[in-house]
């Protein structure tokens, strides 16, 4: 039988690192690029192939999917697009740069990946493209309107894409995570010290006293953090299943959200997300 065959992006840690060992342990060929280069050299030292893909930087993404299709002799079997930051901060105190910095790294550059794998795809006949989205995908919080926006517009190009596809043997796929174990708060801090000035807002107060103390203290989990694993799971469920969901949610917030956004008004869904 033969190896079967996955592309996962953002692998340094959190849910691409857990995803590429679970993939890996049952049996897939994975490639796990990340977009740092000593990154891929730490992940080719676990035995990976590690391509190096910045979704910001369009030669990486070309260069890092040739390397891909050398070689499996041009075909893969899945997509798991994932690498993705945050830069929090209040809308009104968000430079329009830093959106569309964001939107290049968390939107434009998975866009971009994904195009170059679709005519593979057709040609081989088969292919899952899987989109790690987020509970921000389709409610949003206070404070992290870049991530927000960015997770917005995948959901809607991901349900389109899926939609198109329908007469294709490519199957579109969204994972909706809510709060994991990852680093992605501790990797919003260069983004919110270059973008946000902080200091001279008229929010300065809830920064001073909340927004700074959430990225610079750990304060631990967050209440029903899950594992990196627990996507891991749903990610195998979408590869593997023979009709496999068009949407897969992962903790407790994401359903909760899902539900309290079906049986409450706008305005009732906005007083329970102004806490966060």
Not at 56 to 64: E, K, L, P, Q
Not at 126 to 144: A, D, E, K
Not at 152 to 171: V, Y
Not at 200 to 213: A, F, I, M, Q
Request: aromatic letters at 8%.
């Amino acid at each position: 039988m033969t190896q079967k065959s996955i592309l996962i992006t953002g692998c340094s840690s959190g849910i691409g690192y857990a995803s590429a060992h679970g993939l890996r342990d049952a049996g897939w060929r994975v490639f796990a690029a990340c977009r740092k280069s000593e990154d891929c050299t730490r992940l080719q030292d676990e035995g990976f192939e590690s391509p190096l893909i910045d979704y910001a930087d369009t030669a990486t993404i070309t260069n890092g999917l040739q390397e891909v299709f050398e070689a499996t002799g041009g075909t893969l079997d899945a997509l798991f697009n994932n690498g993705a930051f945050g830069t929090p901060g209040a809308v009104e105190d968000l430079p329009t740069d830093a959106l569309r910095a964001i939107f290049e790294a968390n939107f434009f550059g998975w866009h971009d990946l994904t195009r170059q794998v679709i005519p593979a795809m057709r040609k081989q006949e088969h292919g899952r493209i899987v989109q790690c989205s987020s509970v921000l995908g389709f409610v949003t919080m206070p404070w992290r309107g870049a991530y927000n926006s960015t997770k917005f517009a995948l959901e809607g190009l991901t349900h389109t894409l899926r939609i198109e596809m329908r007469d294709t043997p490519i199957d579109v796929i969204l994972i909706e995570p809510g709060p994991i174990t990852s680093k992605i708060r501790a990797n919003s801090i260069p983004h919110f010290e270059k973008w946000i000035d902080w200091e001279n807002s008229p929010r300065v107060e809830h920064y001073r006293t909340k927004l700074r103390k959430r990225l610079y203290q750990d304060s631990g989990p967050d209440t029903f953090e899950l594992p990196a694993e627990a996507v891991v799971k749903k990610l195998k469920h979408a590869l593997d299943a023979r009709k496999p969901r068009p949407v897969y949610m992962v903790t407790t917030p994401t359903f909760l959200m899902a539900a309290l956004r079906r049986i409450l008004t706008t305005r009732g869904l906005d007083r329970i997300l102004s806490v966060g």
